[in-house]
């Protein structure tokens, strides 16, 4: 199994920035490709952007393109999403998430991923 705990969420105003953590343990090296994903009151969760295991593959979703950045640090065991002028439609917990398969690229799709944090609070005020 692995545990991921995701932390750094919090209140900013409208263009402000907030960097994302997700620490993972356990069986960490089982996870490959890594997620976030959000979700708003009274909407299914969405996705926001994946990374692969060695980080040169990125993707994101075309709402958060250019404003947010994906990373991780393997060596110990973190996925980051560093937000950059945060929108109040931004406003929403932030979950990650990991794949054990690691043939997995991309990976859109709440379906396909293992493992999931609790998430993460993010509200921006207008």
């Known amino acids: 199994q692995v545990q991921l705990v995701e932390s750094g969420g919090g209140l900013v105003q409208t263009g402000g920035s907030l960097r994302l953590s997700c620490a993972a343990s356990?069986?960490?090296?089982?996870?490959?490709?890594m997620g976030w994903f959000r979700q708003a009151p009274g909407k299914e969760r969405e996705f926001v952007a994946t990374i692969s295991y060695s980080g040169k593959r990125v993707d994101y979703a075309n709402s958060v393109k250019g404003r947010f950045t994906i990373s991780r640090d393997n060596a110990r065991n973190t996925l980051y999403l560093q937000m950059n002028s945060l929108q109040p439609d931004d406003t929403a917990i932030y979950y990650c998430?990991?794949?054990?398969?690691?043939?997995?690229?991309?990976?859109?799709?709440?379906?396909?991923?293992?493992?999931w944090g609790q998430g993460t609070q993010v509200t921006v005020s207008s």
């Open positions: 998430a990991a794949d054990a398969d690691p043939r997995s690229w991309p990976l859109y799709s709440v379906r396909g991923y293992d493992y």
């Open positions: 356990g069986r960490t090296f089982t996870t490959n490709t």
